[in-house]
């Protein structure tokens, strides 16, 4: 069989993956989706900003804290298969609103922990009620947008993430400075104002989002045929180029690989998210401006996310466009763990967290080229969620050695070194024949 030229990869996109129908779907839909994420991140992470005045009043230790904020990861794992694959049946519209409205409850309810095991169980009922929301998105979009448009539609969904801290720590700061109201504490009061958006978000989701294609009434009839016509066109390819069954999903070297990759991108994420806000506040600054500093590796993450995705879909090159960014993250986390100056710590983590934003759009768009139908639904949960076991490893390795060891020193480096075998695996999956569906000759551009 005659392989693909490998000049094809690095074409400009064809004529039909430009139609301006692409352009005024994602202007409809992804407003929206960016706007759930972002909502959704808040909740996530803002028991970092939390734990600046939680600890002390209900009595965490650093160790209690990493093990809560990881263990939301543990749920998120064990339900993120089923939860995309009851997504993929009962349609987007009404699954994503139920995820939605279910955590914005239970990240309210967070106001109310007393101790911690209180704290500890009620992570690990957000997490089960979050999950599959991040990979059935990304399902979603699978199902609206050709791949050679992804990685850039992709990034303006992740977008929401750095956007929820830029966003997310000054409110955050905001609220916690302002004491007690009434008879709630400062970081009681953040828990029940920004859980109001979700449940808010999930309303506005549940009739306002179309399943498909063909259920869209803002789409003609052309515009529907046209983009119907341009993904099942690219299925074929895709089932043409490999085929693998959702049996075969789980233990497929391919699929096994990006997990590995995405655990070490995500347990660095998830020390940065959960943990910045203590890492600065210790170096004496106070609630306020530990807010406003907290967003500035977000805004560097933005600018990331916004030229890399659109420069790889430009270039179809896709293993050095993440390959270097987890590089550059990794040695800049191994930096910050080096230095305690706070400049040279700041600096690091704006860089590192500016890599590994990048580099996400970019790895997700791979996935997608090697899988379709069911095998896409149990496929990509499937690495999210083994990769997302990362969110459970890193914020309670640091809590472990922050309380072993005094520093925060110790998390970073072991998060750097996660780092350098994750782009060492990236450099093995797109060099090896086990993953020569990604391209259809043996290694991924």
């Not at 490998?6 to 409809?28: D, M, Q, Y």
């Not at 009043?57 to 263990?71: C, Q």
């Not at 993120?80 to 987007?92: M, T, V």
């Not at 780092?419 to 993953?435: K, N, P, Y």
Request: glycine share 10%; aromatic share 12%; hydrophobic share 50%.
């Amino acid at each position: 069989m005659k392989t693909p030229s490998p000049t094809r990869l690095h074409s400009p996109v064809a004529a039909g993956e430009n139609l301006p129908v692409f352009r005024k779907i994602a202007l409809r839909i992804l407003p929206l989706l960016v706007l759930c994420y972002l909502s959704a991140f808040m909740d996530r992470v803002n028991v970092g900003f939390a734990a600046v005045s939680m600890r002390a009043d209900i009595g965490l230790t650093a160790t209690a804290f990493g093990i809560g904020s990881g263990v939301f990861f543990l749920s998120y794992f064990l339900l993120e298969i089923p939860s995309n694959l009851a997504l993929a049946k009962f349609g987007a519209r009404r699954w994503i609103a139920r995820i939605m409205i279910s955590w914005g409850i239970l990240s309210g309810l967070t106001a109310f922990v007393w101790n911690g095991p209180s704290f500890i169980s009620l992570r690990l009922l957000l997490g089960a009620a979050e999950a599959g929301f991040y990979p059935g998105v990304l399902l979603y979009l699978t199902q609206w947008f050709p791949e050679k448009r992804r990685a850039q539609i992709l990034g303006y969904f992740i977008l929401a993430n750095p956007l929820a801290t830029i966003i997310g720590a000054p409110l955050s700061g905001w609220l916690l400075s302002i004491g007690d109201f009434g008879t709630l504490k400062g970081w009681q009061l953040m828990f029940l104002v920004e859980a109001v958006p979700a449940v808010l978000l999930g309303i506005v989701t549940f009739f306002y989002l179309p399943d498909r294609v063909t259920d869209a009434g803002w789409l003609s009839d052309d515009e529907k045929k046209q983009v119907v016509a341009q993904l099942q066109k690219e299925e074929a390819q895709t089932i043409h180029r490999a085929r693998i069954d959702l049996g075969h999903v789980f233990t497929h070297p391919s699929i096994l690989g990006l997990s590995f990759i995405f655990l070490t991108i995500s347990m660095t994420n998830a020390t940065v998210n959960f943990w910045l806000p203590q890492i600065i506040k210790s170096s004496g600054f106070s609630t306020y401006v530990t807010g406003w500093i907290s967003a500035i590796p977000y805004v560097a993450a933005v600018g990331s996310l916004l030229f890399w995705g659109r420069h790889s879909d430009k270039t179809g090159e896709r293993r050095y466009h993440i390959l270097i960014p987890m590089v550059a993250a990794a040695v800049c986390i191994a930096v910050s763990g080096f230095f305690d100056a706070p400049v040279v710590r700041i600096l690091g983590l704006t860089v590192a967290s500016a890599g590994l934003f990048a580099a996400l759009p970019i790895y997700w768009s791979l996935p997608g080229r090697f899988l379709v139908g069911n095998a896409a639904a149990g496929g990509i949960a499937f690495i999210n969620s083994v990769g997302n076991l990362g969110g459970f490893i890193g914020p309670s390795a640091m809590g472990y050695l922050k309380d072993a060891t005094g520093s925060f020193g110790g998390g970073l480096l072991l998060d750097s070194v996660a780092l350098i075998f994750g782009a060492a695996v990236v450099i093995a999956v797109t060099f090896t024949r086990t993953s020569s569906e990604l391209r259809g000759d043996g290694c991924v551009r």
